[in-house]
């Protein structure tokens, strides 16, 4: 990659509208210069937390070094992985666990960049994580609820999935062989789809990993916005916790209002317990990958993040809590909501901490992108 002057202003002809005859919207995003130790928590934070998650993008990035690292339309911001080869290649071969040493190798081969985006620096940023269900491999008891694989090409030919998600769950899909598991909870089986990827318990005893294998075409909308626009919830205390609540209090309308969101998500069963496969194709890690918009940054793309932590506007835990996260993070997933060049959704995890603190999040923050000196 090749950056002619400090201050980048990149003319991104992104965000395709999806009728015809409406026109591109030119959205201008800049990249500012800056040096590591203006970074906000840059002295504070471990970055060997973060390797596990480097090596595993670096090793997908040297193996496509000819990849196109961003869309044709940011021509001014073009180039492959083999750009990143002397970083990923010195990030393979450490071995150390010092922090210090890490960060050596930062400022060796990377130039950080603030992002702006129409002028703006702060960006919105939501929280996802990896949830639990219970299920079974086959359709008894509680457990009436499919979820579904994706049909092959032979099978795509003969089966229409490009249908709406309220379809589906009334059976527009039923007995064509595409159930992959069946699980206890249309309210779990509705927001693993949100999440892409989840563990299922199953009958047996067994925890196996499900993951996103792909979507039925129709654009994800957010039932929260639903529930806002009715009245029903406000727009602060629209989180994943009250949407939960009023599905599971509302049960005669839950369908009504998920059906709102005519997505759906078909999932394939995961072998190994690494944690869930983001876009990128590798286990994500907890509370260093992100999910990013690839129109405006490339997938492996390490990124310092400065957001605001959940626990900031709750009253009875930000004063013993951190209140921004600010530390190095991996670009290693995409999402149906995540449009926008300062929009990302932070991977918090499994576990009840992770459900919580992604559920509440949606916070304002900041975004450094770490991009190739050569």
Same mark, same amino acid.
């Given at each position: 990659m090749s950056f002619p002057c400090t201050l980048l202003s990149l003319v991104l002809l992104s965000f395709l509208l999806l009728s015809r005859g409406q026109t591109r919207k030119t959205i201008d995003l800049s990249l500012t210069k800056v040096s590591f130790e203006t970074i906000p928590g840059y002295q504070n934070d471990q970055i060997v937390d973060a390797v596990p998650a480097l090596k595993r993008s670096c090793a997908v990035m040297l193996k496509q070094p000819s990849k196109t690292y961003s869309v044709p339309e940011t021509a001014n911001l073009s180039g492959t992985y083999k750009d990143w080869t002397p970083f990923c290649t010195a990030v393979m071969h450490e071995q150390s666990s010092s922090t210090a040493r890490w960060? @050596?190798?930062?400022? #060796?081969?990377? #130039?950080? !960049?603030? %992002? @702006? %985006?129409?002028?703006?620096q702060e960006g919105q940023f939501t929280g996802y994580y990896e949830p639990l269900l219970h299920g079974s491999k086959r359709k008894h008891g509680r457990y009436q609820f499919p979820l579904y694989r994706y049909p092959s090409a032979q099978e795509a030919k003969r089966i229409n999935v490009k249908i709406p998600r309220s379809d589906i769950v009334r059976g527009a899909l039923t007995g064509r062989g595409l159930e992959l598991l069946w699980v206890d909870s249309p309210v779990d089986a509705f927001f693993v789809q949100i999440q892409g990827s989840g563990r299922v318990k199953l009958d047996t005893g067994k925890m196996i990993n499900i993951g996103y294998a792909g979507q039925n075409g129709h654009p994800y909308h957010p039932i929260g916005k639903t529930l806002v626009q009715n009245g029903e919830l406000t727009l602060k205390n629209a989180t994943m916790q009250s949407i939960r609540h009023w599905i599971k209090t509302h049960p005669k309308r839950a369908e009504e209002i998920m059906s709102t969101n005519h997505s759906y998500v078909f999932f394939r069963i995961i072998d190994g317990t690494? /944690?869930?496969i983001g876009s990128q194709g590798v286990p994500l890690t907890a509370k260093r990958s992100i999910a990013v918009d690839p129109a405006y940054i490339g997938l492996g793309s390490p990124i310092w993040v400065d957001i605001e932590h959940p626990d900031i506007n709750h009253p009875s835990k930000h004063h013993h809590k951190k209140t921004h996260l600010q530390h190095l993070a991996i670009a290693q997933d995409t999402g149906g909501a995540i449009k926008g060049g300062l929009r990302a959704d !932070?991977?918090? /995890?499994?576990?009840?901490?992770? #459900?919580? %603190? @992604?559920g509440r999040m949606n916070s304002k923050g900041k975004l450094y992108l770490l991009l190739p000196k050569n």
């Amino acid at each position: 990659m090749s950056f002619p002057c400090t201050l980048l202003s990149l003319v991104l002809l992104s965000f395709l509208l999806l009728s015809r005859g409406q026109t591109r919207k030119t959205i201008d995003l800049s990249l500012t210069k800056v040096s590591f130790e203006t970074i906000p928590g840059y002295q504070n934070d471990q970055i060997v937390d973060a390797v596990p998650a480097l090596k595993r993008s670096c090793a997908v990035m040297l193996k496509q070094p000819s990849k196109t690292y961003s869309v044709p339309e940011t021509a001014n911001l073009s180039g492959t992985y083999k750009d990143w080869t002397p970083f990923c290649t010195a990030v393979m071969h450490e071995q150390s666990s010092s922090t210090a040493r890490w960060k @050596s190798i930062l400022q #060796t081969h990377l #130039t950080p !960049y603030r %992002l @702006s %985006l129409d002028g703006r620096q702060e960006g919105q940023f939501t929280g996802y994580y990896e949830p639990l269900l219970h299920g079974s491999k086959r359709k008894h008891g509680r457990y009436q609820f499919p979820l579904y694989r994706y049909p092959s090409a032979q099978e795509a030919k003969r089966i229409n999935v490009k249908i709406p998600r309220s379809d589906i769950v009334r059976g527009a899909l039923t007995g064509r062989g595409l159930e992959l598991l069946w699980v206890d909870s249309p309210v779990d089986a509705f927001f693993v789809q949100i999440q892409g990827s989840g563990r299922v318990k199953l009958d047996t005893g067994k925890m196996i990993n499900i993951g996103y294998a792909g979507q039925n075409g129709h654009p994800y909308h957010p039932i929260g916005k639903t529930l806002v626009q009715n009245g029903e919830l406000t727009l602060k205390n629209a989180t994943m916790q009250s949407i939960r609540h009023w599905i599971k209090t509302h049960p005669k309308r839950a369908e009504e209002i998920m059906s709102t969101n005519h997505s759906y998500v078909f999932f394939r069963i995961i072998d190994g317990t690494d /944690g869930p496969i983001g876009s990128q194709g590798v286990p994500l890690t907890a509370k260093r990958s992100i999910a990013v918009d690839p129109a405006y940054i490339g997938l492996g793309s390490p990124i310092w993040v400065d957001i605001e932590h959940p626990d900031i506007n709750h009253p009875s835990k930000h004063h013993h809590k951190k209140t921004h996260l600010q530390h190095l993070a991996i670009a290693q997933d995409t999402g149906g909501a995540i449009k926008g060049g300062l929009r990302a959704d !932070y991977f918090w /995890g499994f576990g009840a901490e992770a #459900t919580d %603190l @992604s559920g509440r999040m949606n916070s304002k923050g900041k975004l450094y992108l770490l991009l190739p000196k050569n």
